[in-house]
């Protein structure tokens, strides 16, 4: 996939709000800082992008102080943006965030009928046969955007193209049958899966880890990796299978540590790692994504991946 691969989203992009009172549930006075550029496809690719993968981002955002922010960021750190979509008519989606002590955390979206869903998927854009498509699965339970997250899989995995999937298979999404479908559509059309612990045990409640990581490389997958937040990963894949023991960090803002780890992951396989190095790197953008505030502001680069690594061996192999 190394030679030539693109890789690419299709998804919300957004900013967020996240409030600096615990416990508040979004409904009592805080304080807020924002916009911090966010969507999960977003955060994704602006690590994909960070690791030195070529990129590019479907999505939209309003003419707007919060559109131009996230376009700004994603500009800067390298990430494709010819199939942005800049609305005149629509505002850029918003996130709030709020945390608890016990580490659960309260959303409010506005993301329907705003910029986020409302963008045209552009023709020409992406060779399929020359790109890897990343799928997070949550933007799925938007119509529109699923609708144009489904025709692109598709037309790429067809062409014989790439598909990366992060499941995110939260109870909610779900309970929708259209979502179903998509995601086991996806699942089955993905040559890497990047599944949670937590992913695993709802699409599999009956199956032991291991015996669902055989159902899935049974299957297309090639490459399954298992992200265990605090207590770090494991990748199997190609007869090989490695753990990764957790880094300890102070943790100030777990949103978009998942992605950034798949972005740094599905980044350094798209440039010929090996599962070894691209997961121990993956492992540690993934620390490193928690200790900042905001959704993106914890993605990193390989030098200060190499630096964090150099400082803190306890992620390595376990």
């Known amino acids: 996939m190394h030679e030539t691969a693109t890789i690419a989203t299709v998804g919300e992009i957004l900013v967020e709000f996240v409030s600096h009172r615990k416990n508040c549930g979004l409904r009592e006075i805080s304080d807020y800082s924002g916009p911090y550029p966010s969507g999960a496809p977003a955060i994704f ?8 993968a070529r990129t590019e981002m479907i999505g939209g955002v309003g003419d707007d102080g919060f559109g131009r922010a996230v376009l700004d960021r994603l500009t800067a750190d390298g990430v494709g943006t010819s199939g942005v979509t800049v609305s005149p008519d629509h505002s850029t989606g918003v996130a709030f965030v709020s945390y608890y002590d016990t580490g659960h955390r309260d959303f409010i979206f506005h993301l329907t009928n705003t910029a986020a869903d409302s963008f045209l998927l552009p023709e020409g ?14 933007s799925l339970g938007n119509p529109a955007m699923r609708d144009m997250i489904m025709t692109t899989l598709r037309n790429v995995d067809e062409a014989g193209g790439k598909i990366s999937c992060d499941p995110n298979a939260r109870p909610e999404l779900m309970r929708d049958d259209a979502v179903r479908e998509a995601l086991t559509e996806a699942i089955e059309r993905s040559t890497f899966l990047m599944p949670s612990t937590s992913d695993l045990d709802f699409l599999f409640p009956d199956l032991s880890e291991d015996a669902a990581i055989d159902r899935l490389l049974a299957a297309k997958a090639e490459v399954i990796v298992i992200k265990r937040g605090a207590q770090g990963a494991t990748v199997v894949g190609n007869g090989a299978r490695f753990d990764f023991a957790g880094h300890p ?14 972005g740094t992951f599905v980044s350094l396989m798209a440039q010929g790692a090996s599962l070894e190095e691209a997961g121990r790197m993956a492992n540690a953008a993934g620390a490193l994504a928690v200790t900042r505030r905001g959704p993106m502001e914890g993605n990193s680069g390989p030098a200060e991946i190499a630096a964090f690594l150099e400082q803190n061996a306890a992620g390595d192999i376990a």
């Open 125 to 138: 854009l992406l060779d399929p046969a020359r790109s890897c498509l990343h799928v997070s699965a949550a």
């Open 45 to 52: 690719l602006d690590q994909a992008a960070r690791m030195g």
């Open 249 to 262: 960090v102070d943790e100030i803002d777990p949103t978009g540590a998942g992605d950034c780890f798949g």
